[in-house]
């Protein structure tokens, strides 16, 4: 069945119909409870154990090791120390490497508010890395390798992609490297202690 375009579904908002769906994993994990919008006359009941969902893999655990790194559930005082100082390290520490490429930076501009980091690039690109604290994580756009949803493991101190394991610094590090100097190498704040 064709899928319907942006227009159509809003035109037909008002006729959603509510799904909720549970279940356990083999491993022992809980799947969290999912509620999912579908539009009524473009799904028919049969059709409801194959509904997208649109949930990361990250919302539906409480718990899973990706090689060396965990993901586990965060507090969210916790959450909000160690994005908060991801954030603004980085922030700070692209300001200033911009300010030192001096003519070699000319149409990049660095941009913090409300919890998203714009770096513009110019004819690069532009790479948007944003909290997001429902979900606990940092979300990075990157024009290079695209959009990525960021976990933090507790005993490792980093931020890392759950699907592969690529640490949050290490994804920068390389992409900025070719972008924008061969001298980057951004700080995320992630060897500090938690106070």
Request: charged share 25%; with cysteine.
């Amino acid at each position: 069945m064709p899928r319907p375009t942006t227009g159509i579904l809003r035109q037909f908002s008002s006729s959603f119909t509510f799904r909720t769906a549970s279940t356990t994993l083999p491993t022992g994990f809980a799947l969290r409870t999912l509620t999912t919008r579908t539009p009524r006359h473009f799904l028919p009941t049969s059709a409801c154990s194959c509904l997208r969902t649109f949930a990361t893999t990250r919302a539906l655990l409480n718990e899973v090791k990706i090689g060396q790194y965990e993901v586990k559930e965060l507090d969210e005082q916790t959450y909000a120390t160690v994005s908060d100082r991801a954030m603004e390290r980085l922030t700070e520490y692209l300001e200033e490497h911009i300010e030192d490429l001096g003519r070699d930076a000319e149409g990049f501009e660095v941009d913090y508010s409300s919890g998203v980091l714009t770096l513009d690039l110019g004819d690069n690109g532009t790479y948007v890395i944003n909290k997001q604290p429902p979900n606990k994580q940092i979300w990075l756009s990157s024009p290079l390798s695209g959009p990525k949803r960021y976990d933090y493991d507790q005993t490792h101190r980093v931020w890392f992609y759950h699907r592969d394991g690529t640490l949050l610094r290490d994804l920068l590090n390389n992409e900025l490297k070719v972008l924008m100097s061969p001298t980057i190498d951004v700080d995320l704040g992630e060897e500090d202690d938690l106070e």
